[in-house]
């Protein structure tokens, strides 16, 4: 029995990302899908501005970099002019829900048959520790250094439940990476989301709350429990729509 | 056979060689004083199994632009001024992943919201890298709606050659007024994937593709950066485009691009009829700028004039191309001014 093999969409490398960074996880979950589906011929990411800007260097299949915000306009103009292929975006909170909030809800609305990996780690990773638009009240980050106020800077962005709202949105769930069974369960809702682009089914995305251990300020083990016991609080786990 | 003319807008050329010359890709939003550019693509686009998306913004229209050329289709987009300001960002992505696209530009009254009227204001943006970064789009300028048509299969032809994005730089009056053209084969390429070998479409039977413009490793960028910049030199040595007009024997050498070029054109024609030794020089590539001529054939004895709808942007690259060795004046007028004939032959016997 085959207990263990390397994903072949993704290369045998190692990555820049944090001990205990939920990205490695999430980029090889997708792998594991892509290689499960047999679409790795077909596939073409866009990895726009973000901690995982890099991650054509990571997985091997056609990628495509992103300004700060585009990706969805970006797989806009992949997906329209290639429909045959499977075209997939992997975006962090600052990036979608932030300043590309006009591309995901636009593409969104326009029903894009494409799929979208939401990374939520409720802060800017890349650029050192920022307030995210998903940055939970009282979270303390190098912008909010008091922590997050809802007066000064308003309450946690739930966009998924935002994007739930619009008829061109076919699938939505937010997963979560911090233990091994929702792990599996983010793994699920990765092939739900690449299965219905496959079928034509329209927009699927897929919310993962990730660990930022080093702009938490947490060890790896309790960035894990921060999840489930704070997070898990503001951004309930399950399907949206 | 005689060859068919049709009566079109210079928005409408642009629109129609595009798709004629095989743009299968069209994102844009709506703006004056191109609206009938991207109407037309709206109603034609799709018949020739193309993509229409009137995009949310032009932020998004222009990534959508990066995204469908990164796929390999040919990819324009079109917009006025504040417009193209908004663009610039992606611009710059573009001209870094090395993709090809059309950008056009009816420029209108700026700076800000300004005016609807035509204008040469945004010279400056077009020629030097307009957003971030060293980098250099190919720029034409059509003065008819014939050159329109023409010049837009050249950018296209232009952008696949070299890499790089390619901006047709017109004006309101250019964009909306109606001449009859002629259209010409089509000068498309039925373009494969194979033709763009670097094309995202999928990895089967080869490597992995990436398009990206961010090289993080120590000296990655700088050695990237030499490369484009040895593009660049090669567009400048090959690729300078002007009309000269009566320039031999020329005392007098307006310098004009554009609709304004027609109006200096329509005045060294009146000089010439009444004996002043009059010509023009008028560019059509503006990046590159067409220096070559202006060193070829300067002596002491002569002068120049440069006219344009702005406050002298156009006036900088003559004179680089003058260098000092001859008298350059000026004479412009912008924010929906525009220099007449009489003002261009008051200026000149005034020169004279």
Redesign the interface.
């Known amino acids: 029995m085959k207990i263990y093999s390397h994903p072949k969409s993704l290369r045998n490398v190692s990555t820049h990302y944090c001990p205990g960074c939920g990205h490695s996880l999430a980029h090889r979950l997708i792998a594991e899908v892509i290689d499960e589906l047999g679409i790795r011929e077909k596939v073409i990411a866009v990895a726009p501005v973000g901690c995982a800007v890099i991650a054509y260097d990571y997985w091997d299949f056609d990628c495509s970099e992103a300004a700060h915000g585009r990706a969805l306009a970006v797989a806009t103009g992949l997906k329209r002019v290639r429909p045959q292929n499977i075209v997939f975006t992997y975006q962090g909170d600052g990036d979608l829900a932030a300043i590309g909030t006009n591309e995901t809800i636009h593409a969104a609305n326009r029903g894009e048959n494409v799929s979208v990996f939401f990374i939520n780690n409720a802060v800017y990773g890349m650029t050192g520790g920022q307030m995210a638009p998903t940055t939970l009240l009282n979270q303390k980050t190098s912008t909010s250094p008091l922590g997050r106020s809802a007066a000064a800077q308003g309450y946690p962005l739930k966009i998924s439940e935002m994007l739930a709202l619009l008829p061109g949105v076919k699938y939505i769930e937010r997963v979560s990476l911090h233990s091994p069974q929702e792990i599996m369960k983010t793994k699920k809702a990765i092939r739900q989301a690449l299965v219905n682009q496959i079928e034509g089914v329209g927009f699927s995305l897929v919310e993962i709350l990730s660990p930022c251990p080093t702009y938490w300020g947490l060890s790896p083990r309790d960035s894990m429990a921060w999840i489930k016991n704070t997070m898990i609080k503001e951004f309930p786990l399950g399907i949206i729509k | 056979m005689a060859k068919t003319k049709i009566l079109m807008t210079g928005n409408e050329a642009i629109a129609k060689a595009a798709i004629d010359a095989g743009c ?2 069209y ?1 844009g939003y709506p703006i004056t004083p191109q609206n009938e550019l991207i109407a037309y693509m709206a109603n034609n686009m799709e018949k020739s199994a193309g ?1 229409f ?1 009137q ?3 032009e ?3 222009i ?11 040919r ?1 324009m987009t079109s917009s006025s001024s504040p417009g193209i300001s908004l663009k610039q ?2 611009i710059s ?1 573009i001209a870094g ?1 090395e993709l090809p696209a059309l950008i056009v530009n009816i420029v209108r009254g700026g700076p800000g919201l300004g005016n609807i009227a035509a204008a040469q204001s945004d010279y400056f943006q077009a020629t030097r890298s307009g957003g971030h970064g060293d980098y250099h789009c190919i720029v034409l300028a059509p003065a008819s709606v014939q050159e329109c048509y023409d010049f837009t299969g050249l950018a296209f032809n232009l952008a696949d050659k070299y890499r790089t994005p390619v901006i047709i730089l017109g004006d309101g009056l250019l964009g909306q007024m109606m001449e009859p053209i002629v259209l010409a084969k089509p000068q498309a390429l039925s373009l494969k994937s194979q033709d763009k070998p670097w094309a ?6 080869r490597k ?7 090289y ?1 490793k120590e000296g990655d960028l700088e050695k990237f950066n030499l490369k484009l910049q040895k593009k660049y030199q090669q567009i400048q040595l090959k690729e300078e485009r002007y009309e000269g007009l009566y320039v031999n024997d020329a005392k007098i050498v307006l310098v004009a691009y554009g609709s304004m070029a027609r109006i200096a054109k329509s005045a060294v024609k009146a000089l010439r009829s009444r004996g002043k030794k009059v010509g023009l020089i008028r560019p059509i590539t503006l990046w590159p700028f067409p220096k070559q001529v202006f060193s070829k054939r300067l002596t002491s004895n002569e002068k120049y004039l440069v006219i344009e709808m702005s406050y002298g942007q156009m006036l900088e690259d003559v004179q680089l191309a003058i260098c000092g060795r001859a008298k350059v004046e000026f004479l412009g007028r912008a924010g929906g001014g525009v220099p007449s004939e009489e003002d261009i032959m008051r200026k000149v016997n005034e020169m004279l």
């Open positions: 299968r890709f994102a993509v998306i995009a949310e913004a932020v998004a229209a990534n959508m632009v990066f995204g469908a050329s990164a796929a390999g289709a990819a960002e992606g992505y992943a995202l479409t999928g990895c089967k039977g992995a593709n990436v398009v990206k413009s961010f993080l």
